[in-house]
């Protein structure tokens, strides 16, 4: 009876006192306990000694403890290490997407930039079927006209004002003007003087009458501007690019709504409006005597593939006086959205740029007009 109450009395005190020491291990809480529990039954070792095991577990256990909490911190401090994470690092540790990113946009630039070459370029084929002459035909007309002289055309643009009162913005019919011509002509050098291969200008003159676009030069009846058919006359002129550009120049100063100031013509007047400069550049748009590139212009369509247009006469003097602002006097340039005066010498300039390129001029290298 005393071994069973020592035991009992051992018994329970020893496992409430390990229930509250080491509650949270549960799993060596049970075993702590089945040890206490034979130990007393086999009486072989003491109260004591049973103490001391369970001391001895406990230590152990926060040991334990100690450690995995060490480790977590190491783990935390190892991760927040890695999130702290440099522009370098990101570089590196996606080097093979940025690579292939930067060949994908390579790519993309290449192909871009070849599809809108390649609208360009049939942009420029479509100009040069539609057009009426090309360069060499324009050459073959010049030639045979050898006798047609810078003077004799400015002979006959003098005596069609004089006869028949025609100025340069009024409409005359075609066959008119070619009967008057001819007649000129044959009364300064008889009847064999008259314009060889006329069916050159006659196509021009078909092809503008025909053209959608022309409606500002072509009425209804037929009728065109008489400013535009001398300039077509102007095609067979024998002569320099400087004499061609003077004779286009006194047309224009032939109306007077279009000379410096508006007054009365003289031979003073040595400028004339730019509204006028844009409408010889239109003229001699359509009478093909412009090269097609110059006619050429980005649009503002630029996505995904840049796209181009034929350039209207106001968007190739605009162009023109940009390129030029260098060598054009400062009434051609004007001031901030006014209109300039322009010279017969701005006049030139113009026609040289890469904006309108009249006869090809752009592509000779000169160092002055």
Partial sequence: NTLRQSTIIFHFPTLEYLHLL???YQEMHRRACYTASHLARSNVRSRNEARK????????????????LLSRKLTTTTSAKKSEKTAGDFFLDNLGTLFLSAIGCLILTLVRSSQGTSNKNELRKQVESTSALDPFEIDDLRVANSQFTPSIFKTIHQKL???YGWNSSDKINYKDFVSAVIQIMRTMKGDAFTIELGHLTDRVVSSIAEDKDAHWAVDEEGKMVFGLLLAVLSLAINGSTRERVELLFDILKEDSSWVDGGGEISSTSKCVKEDAIITMVGYLQKSCQLTPDAQIVESSAKYPVQEYKVASPFEMVLIGKELKKDV???LALGNNDEKGEWSCDDFHHLLRSRSVCAWGECYVKKKSL
């Fill in 161 to 163: 004002k004089d006869t």
């Fill in 22 to 24: 080491i509650h949270p």
């Fill in 328 to 330: 054009l006097s400062d």
């Fill in 53 to 68: 095991i369970f001391h001895l577990t406990n230590v152990s256990s926060w040991q334990r403890s100690s450690s995995q």
